[in-house]
């Protein structure tokens, strides 16, 4: 395998250099550039067009779950490997905004070289104690928090996506328009990370809104 041109994203410089002192250790490891924030990484990665990003989560001014999203969007084929202190609630956003790895940032150096080399070779490398706290996490999400944020009136239209009827069958049953009922829709979806009708309808029968509105 050829040179693998790293990024290092982090606002603390002695991480950043802590890290970059380990990636020199491997003679195909260049580390092209530095940043200290998420709108930093975007624009260096557009100067030094990096193979791999290593990109810390908790940053000032745009994080780096904003800037993992806008990177991706920008370099497609650009491997980001997370790191962080410790997982919190935001874990599952990350994995989703399209990372190749995400680690802990306690990780030993030989560790960390063996998964800059999986993921750089194609693969993906999730900490076990990551993906532990995911699970727990994705499992209270939709038990509790994700029910809690719908509205009255958008549990009700949940519940009768579950029960099959159209959004004009909504409309005509809650006495409000369409166009009103594709806007609940849109935001509801959004709030429990779902994309289509079928999603938020299995949704609704897990949390048990099927049953008919008493109003």
Same mark, same amino acid.
């Given at each position: 395998?050829? /040179?693998?041109? =790293?990024?290092?994203? $982090?606002?603390?410089?002695? /991480? ?15 580390? #092209?550039?530095?940043? @200290?924030? @998420? ?11 990096? $193979? ?15 800037? /993992? ?7 497609? *084929?650009?491997? =980001? ?16 905004? @399209? ?10 150096? $030989?560790?960390?070289?063996?998964? !800059? ?8 490398? =999730? ?6 706290? =995911? ?20 549990? $009700?239209?949940?519940? %009768? #996506? ?8 909504? @409309?005509?049953?809650?006495? /409000?328009?369409?166009?009103? !009922? ?14 289509? *009708? ?8 897990? %949390? ?8």
């Amino acid at each position: 395998m050829g /040179i693998v041109r =790293i990024l290092l994203v $982090d606002d603390h410089p002695l /991480i950043r250099e802590g890290l970059r002192k380990v990636l020199a250790l491997e003679p195909n490891l260049e580390v #092209v550039g530095e940043a @200290g924030d @998420g709108a930093e990484a975007v624009a260096k990665a557009r100067e030094c067009l990096p $193979d791999l990003v290593l990109m810390d989560i908790n940053m000032p001014r745009t994080d780096g779950i904003q800037a /993992i999203r806008q990177l991706k969007q920008l370099m497609p *084929r650009v491997k =980001i490997i997370a790191l962080t202190v410790a997982v919190d609630e935001r874990a599952p956003e990350v994995i989703k905004a @399209g990372v190749a790895g995400y680690l802990l940032k306690d990780i030993s150096a $030989d560790n960390l070289l063996a998964a !800059v080399a999986t993921v750089t070779g194609g693969g993906t490398v =999730i900490a076990p104690e990551v993906m532990e706290k =995911i699970s727990h996490m994705m499992t209270r999400l939709q038990e509790q928090q994700l029910l809690q944020q719908l509205t009255r009136r958008e549990r $009700d239209i949940l519940g %009768m #996506v579950a029960q099959g009827l159209t959004n004009r069958e909504i @409309g005509e049953r809650l006495f /409000i328009s369409e166009k009103t !009922v594709k806007n609940h829709l849109t935001h509801l979806f959004k709030k429990i990370g779902v994309e289509d *009708r079928t999603q938020a309808a299995l949704f609704a029968v897990r %949390m048990g809104l099927t049953e008919e509105p008493n109003s």
